[in-house]
């Protein structure tokens, strides 16, 4: 079944330690989504990618990285977690200009 | 940045009761989406409505847009236990495909 995958689903890490997460799809959709969800919180999106080009968000920390090597993966690199970064991370892609196909999303514990 | 604010923040309701969730936004849209998530859950797509329509329906689901009030209504008829849920509207802005959550409205259907 076509889809969105996202590794792993839990992600423990120590602060400071830099961490990847990655998210693929079948879907072949040109839009690609990362958000951060804390707890009872709205989904804030980080960053997205028409194809190849990137839109990163005002309000992303320098802290957060993204990078989409094919139209299938996508990966967030944290590369200095902090203790305010520990969310749920949900990955999405879309068609463009219609609905979004999230995955079950990574849990980021820092320790 | 919020571009979507929901009311109420919280809604419990008798289970076959009809239940409201409204949605405010700023700026221009190319459309309008509601989204379904359970607790600790991925977001599911429940129904898109495009900045010229008015209504759409999908099952006991019914969406209103007034883009002259820049708002929509989510309506869910005859609830039921599983439709306890957080429920988020989410709008695509702009030319480069940037979806926005809103901050959900927490719906509790009371058995």
């Known amino acids: 079944d076509a889809m969105v995958i996202q590794n792993p689903r839990y992600q423990v890490t120590q602060f400071g330690k830099p961490v990847t997460l990655s998210c693929s799809q079948t879907l072949n959709h040109n839009v690609m989504y990362w958000y951060q969800q804390k707890s009872s919180q709205a989904p804030k999106l980080l960053f997205h990618y028409y194809d190849k080009d990137f839109n990163n968000e005002a309000d992303t920390p320098d802290n957060f990285q993204s990078r989409r090597p094919n139209t299938s993966f996508c990966f967030l690199d944290i590369r200095s977690p902090g203790l305010g970064d520990a969310a749920m991370y949900l990955c999405a892609t879309s068609p463009a200009r219609d609905e979004q196909f999230f995955g079950p999303g990574t849990r980021l514990t820092v320790l | 940045s919020q571009q979507g604010e929901e009311d109420p923040q919280a809604l419990s309701i008798q289970e076959g009761e009809n239940a409201t969730m409204n949605c405010s936004y700023k700026t221009s849209i190319n459309n309008l989406q509601w989204y379904r998530q359970n607790s600790g859950r991925g977001l599911v797509h429940l129904i898109l409505?495009?900045?010229?329509?008015r209504e759409k329906h999908s099952g006991r689901l019914r969406v209103t847009l007034d883009t002259s009030k820049k708002s929509s209504s989510l309506l869910i008829t005859a609830s039921r236990a599983a439709d306890t849920a957080s429920y988020f509207c989410a709008t695509d802005v702009g030319r480069d495909d940037k979806i926005i959550f809103g901050k959900g409205t927490r719906l509790h259907i009371l058995p």
């Open positions: 409505i495009r900045s010229n329509e």
